[in-house]
């Protein structure tokens, strides 16, 4: 069936630094992928989505390319700030998993001032 | 737009006690999804609905959880009877579509379960 493995946290980093937040997934047919981030008492949010493959999804200064090849959907930033101090889900979606998004566990990041 | 709403935001209940948590999706939102949330398990789909009809219990854990969906802004999540391990963040989710450029989940706030 249908997976995402992240990598696990918590990442701890220094306001300003380079963020990478790996994602692979296992899937048949042409999935929808997706980054969620969830902010302490809250839902989910989406932060960006890539519906095909070399697809690049953006937001907020967060990016991620849709890499069928490796299977694999990193998350980067270029320069994180301390509100970006969250947990983020790496998920996928298709349409031969009967529409039903399913979420990795999850990487905590702390960003320090 | 109010947003998915959930509520209660917090239950703290007694072992075998029933439990109700209910949400309200977005206007015009044709999907609904009821997710568990837990340390050890993280995000697991329980049960979603498409125009108020289940499609997919396969997630529901046992026969304690039931969830209704009686009209297109309303679904409801029964605990029956309650027990400790059923402690978690439960998460109500509504969607406009399941596939394609619109997909996207929109989560309520989730009710947190204590069950003592």
């Known amino acids: 069936g249908n997976s995402v493995t992240q990598m696990e946290g918590p990442v701890t980093l220094s306001e300003e630094a380079f963020l990478t937040i790996n994602c692979t997934y296992t899937a048949t047919g042409y999935p929808s992928l997706f980054w969620y981030v969830q902010y302490p008492g809250e839902g989910l949010q989406l932060l960006l989505k890539?519906?095909?493959?070399?697809d690049k999804g953006s937001n907020k200064g967060f990016e991620a390319t849709y890499r069928k090849e490796t299977t694999s959907f990193h998350l980067e930033k270029g320069s994180v700030q301390v509100s970006d101090s969250a947990v983020y889900f790496c998920?996928?979606?298709?349409?031969?998993?009967?529409?039903?998004?399913?979420f990795g566990a999850g990487t905590r990041l702390f960003v320090k001032a | 737009d109010a947003g998915v709403i959930q509520s209660p935001r917090h239950e703290v209940t007694e072992m075998g006690q029933e439990v109700t948590l209910r949400c309200k999706p977005i206007?015009?939102?044709?999907?609904l999804f009821w997710y568990r949330q837990t340390m050890m398990r993280g995000l697991e789909l329980l049960i979603y609905?498409?125009?108020?009809?289940?499609?997919?219990d396969s997630g529901m854990p046992e026969d304690r959880f039931s969830a209704k969906m009686p009209n297109a802004s309303f679904s409801t999540l029964k605990i029956q009877p309650s027990e400790p391990r059923d402690s978690a963040v439960y998460f109500c989710a509504s969607s406009l579509e399941p596939t394609g450029p619109r997909e996207k989940l929109f989560f309520g706030s989730g009710t947190q379960l204590s069950v003592l």
């Open positions: 609905f498409n125009n108020n009809v289940p499609i997919d």
């Open positions: 998920a996928l979606s298709s349409n031969t998993g009967g529409f039903k998004t399913i």
């Open positions: 206007s015009g939102h044709d999907y």
């Open positions: 890539a519906t095909k493959a070399d």
